[in-house]
């Protein structure tokens, strides 16, 4: 007799219809406050693990400062972008995604790139990674993401077969997936490999126009990775290479540089454009949007506490200036709240008041008090509420953000192109990658993928196939698969895409 179905349920057993969609106001977004199951869920994940970070838990960071060399005054108007020449203090750190603090700087994983602006007018966050897309476009299914990532509960090993098994139940991150799997996926080292937003935020200007933007950062040492078999002897002789190049190349006074280029969309454009500009697994190609300058970044100072400066260290996606705000793309909602949220697990509520996070160009004043580690840096001699009529802080209208329109049902609403997520994969696959790289992706792909099901494999290679047919054939003749088998089950892939969509 078959199990009873059972039921996917919140923590006080209410049920759940749907655990794929983020509640938005509209199609693609943003996402809705109301939207209590994805906000316990985030919750609940931003607290399993104490007291090191439940993601990018390894890293290294660094001091510096960043100058604008172009002027883009157009398109922004915080205040630390505003003049060529200018320079403003920052703290940067690199990490690996899925690893704990004790794994090796050469697991294949994408690597975290934060960058905290101590502005005159606040911090300002940029939290990346080296890529420029990512696995996933709705933070409903991160915390599931990342388990796959982890250890098995049961046997506390890395585990193929929970890996392979979420990413072939999820096309879209077959764009991530391709690039992950390439020699991209490992770097050398931190200083060589870019940085990007992944995301797009909104850029406004004095005038209250606003614009569309993503970050790329560009290595000034140039690219380099390594290959498969590189990375497994660099994990076995040194498995803090990266941590140890970064620092002592510092010491040495080799500063290393990025190139900050911006890719600038208006409204207009992201109205008419072929893909969803708010998608995370997807780039603008730079045919389209070609990437302008803005200014550079140096790194010319180590730490002198790893743990003060560095593991203390918080950034998120939510540290907002003015001049700069978000974008409806969904993913980016999620992390706006679980950010902080896991920043006051981890270091509690009064984290901003530790050095490293703390304004320097300016004094934060707010009406927060109290709590585990105050210091009452924050209290001042005014009242802890506002209104008062006392002289304490008051809202600025002045810093106001454009108004952007929104409309829509209240839902969980499946994603409105759920065709085109193979599209770019493809394009990199033929168009990007030369026959080396795509003869070590294959390599990568097989070394790995072989280890899960024989189910999984096929169900992978045939989102590999539906990416470019070559890609998934010669992933199939890799794995020994049949070819026959994994055509039949990207053509049900297909179908079942377009049942979804009627």
Known sequence: ????????TSNFGAPVYNDQNSMTAGNPGPVLIQDVHLLEKLAHFDRERIPERVVHAKGAGAHGYFEVTNDVTRYTRAKFLSKVGKRTDLFARFSTVGGEKGSADAERDPRGFAVKFYTEDGNYDMVGNNTPVFFIRDPLKFPDFIHTQKRHPVTNLKDPDMFWDFLSLTPESIHQV????????TPRNFRHMNGYSSHTFMWYNDKGEYFWVQYHFKTEQGIQNLTREEADRMKSTDPDHATRDLFDAIKRGEYPSWRLEVQIMTSEQAEKYRFDPFDITKVWPHADFPPIPVGRMVLNRNPENYFA???QAAFSPGNFVSGIGPSPDKMLQGRLFSYHDTHRHRLGPNYHLLPVNAPKAVAANNYQRDGFMSSGATAGG?????????GGPAPDPETESPAITVSGQAARQQYIHPNDDFVQAGDLYRKVMTESDRANLIGNIVSHLGNAQKRIQLRQTAIFYKADPDYGSRV??????????VESLAQMIQEERAKATQ
């Open 1 to 8: 007799m078959a199990e009873d179905k059972k039921i996917l």
């Open 178 to 185: 391709t690039i992950l799997f390439s020699d991209r996926g």
């Open 309 to 311: 400066e560095v593991e």
């Open 382 to 390: 005014y009242p802890n509420y506002y209104p008062n009529s006392f």
């Open 476 to 485: 199939a003749k890799g794995l020994g698969l049949s070819l026959k088998e």
